[in-house]
């Protein structure tokens, strides 16, 4: 099993350039999102889908846009990138039983991102 | 806002020696926690977990204590190892444990 792969590891973006970060998972989970972490801080929400067609925002979304519409696949994508946006992206995805526990989340690699 | 803290950024112990990660939550409300690892340059794991209407929770070398009481939760590792080096999330859930809020992490390093 792959688990979850992201896609691209490392990216360097000129400030205003849009780019894709990908999110693949083979598990069959609902429940997918999107963190990013900073030096010296914890993972962050930026948005997250209960399954496909349905995304909603988490702690931090300004700047980002997602959609599901595979169960597989949630994109992250920048717009128009800003220096602040630097940073290492993590999506994870976990089994959702709709009102119960849906346990851990599985990480992928992450996707590192400069914007200069 | 809701979010859970940090009690110590690093934390250096003897090989062979028990380890205890703290970690602090200020939402009430949270009934699940989990504890991640996460090595240099890889993706969080799962150590273990814990819901809130349990006080302790044991693993293979890991115990996750949980005080509602004072809103505090901790990693106990037994008999820490090299491959133990690595930084320790506590994580929180406000709902269903699918939005997890995470503290800034803890840094283990295991001194041979």
């Known amino acids: 099993n792959a688990g979850v792969t992201q896609t691209p590891k490392f990216q360097v973006l000129k400030t205003g350039q849009s780019m894709t970060l990908q999110c693949a998972q083979d598990m069959n989970h609902e429940y997918m999102s999107w963190y990013r972490q900073d030096p010296g801080m914890g993972l962050r929400l930026i948005h997250y889908?209960?399954?496909?067609?349905?995304?909603d925002q988490g702690e931090v979304p300004n700047g980002y846009n997602v959609s599901r519409s595979t169960t597989e696949d949630f994109p992250l994508r920048l717009l128009s990138a800003a220096p602040s946006q630097t940073s290492v992206y993590f999506c994870?995805?976990?089994?959702?039983?709709?009102?119960?526990?849906?346990?851990?989340?599985?990480f992928g690699e992450g996707s590192r991102l400069t914007v200069l | 806002g809701e979010s859970v803290g940090l009690h110590l950024p690093t934390l250096s112990v003897q090989e062979g020696d028990n380890s205890i990660i703290n970690c602090a939550y200020s939402?009430?409300?949270?009934?699940?926690f989990i504890w991640y690892k996460q090595e240099s340059g890889k993706g969080p794991q799962f150590i273990i977990d814990?819901?809130?209407?349990?006080d302790k929770r044991q693993g293979q070398r890991v115990t996750v204590l949980l005080n509602k009481t004072v809103k505090h939760l901790s990693l106990q590792i037994a008999a820490t190892q090299p491959g133990d080096s690595a930084v320790y999330f506590c994580a929180e859930s406000l709902g269903y444990g699918q939005n997890f809020v995470f503290g800034p992490g803890t840094r283990l390093s295991v001194l041979p």
């Open positions: 939402n009430s409300a949270s009934d699940y």
């Open positions: 814990i819901r809130s209407n349990m």
């Open positions: 889908s209960v399954g496909a067609g349905i995304t």
């Open positions: 994870a995805s976990s089994y959702s039983k709709g009102t119960g526990y849906t346990g851990e989340l599985f």
